[in-house]
């Protein structure tokens, strides 16, 4: 898979998991959400080593758990999330902005989407369907995002 795929599954389930319990603020262990997506996003994570077939080498950066960081920090950036603090791999009082909660709530099939995918995942039930709707839901997302915001070039360039 590619770091894509990650991070659009991963996003898609921090949303889910951030709608849920909009408006309040939650912690976040960043890990512990990685490891609730589905297992094929971990394909690239492990690689045979030549001398040694049945022992694999760790590849972090094509990991659920590797990305799970750097997609909440992104998604802090773009302006989608917002939460206080992070220490580890613990994000505090996180919480969906304005923005985060209309790319949402804009089209209602993906609110509905994104929240029945979610739900299948945590109680593991057609996990590989549910990745797939979770992936969809969030490319929703990203393309509203891309229509009625500032770029992102646009908005890290504000910063200065």
């Given amino acids: 898979m590619r770091n894509i795929d990650i991070f659009e599954s991963y996003s898609a389930l921090l949303f889910a998991h951030l709608y849920e319990h909009f408006p309040l603020r939650v912690n976040v262990k960043a890990y512990d959400l990685a490891m609730k997506i589905d297992e094929t996003l971990w ?10 077939p049945f022992i694999h080498k760790y590849n972090q950066h094509k990991s659920p758990v590797g990305l799970a960081k ?16 992070e220490k580890g791999s613990e994000f505090t009082k996180m919480v969906l902005t304005p923005k985060g909660l209309e790319s949402i709530k804009v089209d209602p099939d993906v609110e509905i989407k994104l929240l029945n995918a979610a739900k299948s995942i945590l109680i593991d039930t057609s996990k590989e369907t549910a990745q797939k709707e979770l992936k969809e839901a969030f490319s929703g997302i990203i393309s509203w995002c891309a229509r009625n915001v500032p770029s992102f070039i ?7």
């Fill in 70 to 85: 750097p997609t909440i920090q992104w998604l802090k950036l773009a302006g989608l999330i917002d939460y206080e603090a």
């Fill in 154 to 160: 646009n908005s890290v360039s504000s910063l200065s």
């Fill in 43 to 52: 394909d690239e994570s492990k690689t045979p080593l030549d001398h040694a």
